[in-house]
């Protein structure tokens, strides 16, 4: 069996050294270098999610994946996650097979209804709308991605009629995913319309989503369609030792989990949840190259995923420690779960 890995970044605003925030435009160049650097490292994958705050400050992911892409040569690029409830399916496509061309078809798209929906008012889109968007516009993408011209009707924006949409891709349609944190019948519209499954795991025990693993592939069987892949996306923080990697996090972790725990509904973390997530059962890959390489290989297997992201970065990390963290990851932690999955 083939495994991947890959990084993602929601573009954390960064901190110096003494804890000052940087500005969103060195954030961003930031983000740029690392995913340069991923490549260096030996990293399969590099995933933008696409978030509008002051805090992850990445409204245009794809623009930054095309200056990666411009220099390096291997990496696969895409978002982790586009929003596609509140932007237009059609420009969407559009940009991402702009990037697949730009990259030599390295593109990946990863869609989700929105579990952070600071999108939606800021586009003007009712919340009410929530399921119905994304119900319609996900439906529209997958006709999109056949390739040809496309005829199209719905509520959620103007029809499409025998509508040729460039750019061509050049060998067939590029890798899509829908992105699920816990939703069984997100699961069973991505078998639907033919998409990978990407599991979002920030909380509680990961084992709990083999159910939707399992779930998907009958799903698949039922609908006629051919085995996909599903990959687990999940935040951590890997440095030399558990214990300054537990330091580095922790007081980041709160901070944000306090800060979007009344728009997201997430109970406040104490240290002793913290320690439970960081633990063999948890969510979070916190901790030395060894012991976030035993915790990947242990949930790659429960959920039956041949591919993991690492959501790595948080508000108020240093530049140097998010590159110490890829260079961990790259160099170290994917060559030893490679081992253990052999």
């Known amino acids: 069996m ?8 929601f573009g954390d605003r960064n901190s110096d050294a003494v804890g000052k925030p940087l500005s969103h435009a060195e954030t961003i160049r930031n983000v740029a270098e690392e995913g340069v650097f991923a490549e ?7 995933g933008i999610g696409e978030h509008h705050t002051e805090y992850f400050p990445m409204p245009a992911g794809d623009v930054v994946l095309a200056a990666i892409a411009a220099r390096t040569g291997r990496i696969r690029l895409g978002s982790a996650v586009t929003v596609l409830s509140s932007d237009d399916p059609v420009r969407v496509f559009q940009r991402y097979s702009t990037l697949n061309a730009i990259s030599g078809g390295r593109a990946e798209v990863i869609l989700g209804r929105g579990s952070s929906i600071e999108s939606f008012p800021l586009f003007g889109y009712d919340l009410a709308d929530y399921e119905e968007l994304f119900e319609e516009k996900a439906t529209l993408f997958a006709e999109l991605l056949k390739g040809g011209p496309v005829t199209w009707e719905g509520k959620t924006r103007a029809p499409l009629l025998n509508q040729d949409v460039v750019p061509h891709t050049e ?3 590029f890798p899509a995913w829908i992105g699920v944190g816990g939703n069984p019948q997100s699961v069973i519209r991505a078998a639907r319309l033919g998409f990978s499954l990407a599991l979002a795991i920030i909380g509680g025990p990961p084992a709990r989503f083999a159910a939707y693993s399992q779930l998907f592939r009958r799903a698949l069987e039922k609908f006629g369609r051919p085995p996909l892949p599903v990959l687990v996306h999940s935040p951590g923080h890997v440095a030399a030792t558990d214990e300054q990697a537990k330091a580095e996090f922790w007081p980041r972790w709160r901070e944000i989990i306090a800060l979007v725990a009344p728009e997201r509904g997430f109970a406040l973390p104490t240290e002793e949840s913290f320690d439970t997530e960081t633990g063999p059962h948890g969510a979070l890959y916190v901790g030395s190259p060894e012991t976030v390489a035993q915790k990947i290989a242990t ?19 240093t530049h140097d420690q998010l590159m110490t963290n890829i260079e961990l990851y790259g160099r170290q932690v994917v060559p030893r779960v490679r081992e253990l999955l052999s």
């Open 2 to 9: 083939t495994y991947t890995f890959g990084l993602d970044t």
């Open 40 to 46: 260096q490292a030996g990293v399969d994958f590099f």
């Open 171 to 173: 060998s067939g349609p």
């Open 299 to 317: 949930n790659l297997r429960a959920l039956e995923a041949t591919r993991f992201d690492l959501k790595y970065g948080l508000p108020g990390l």
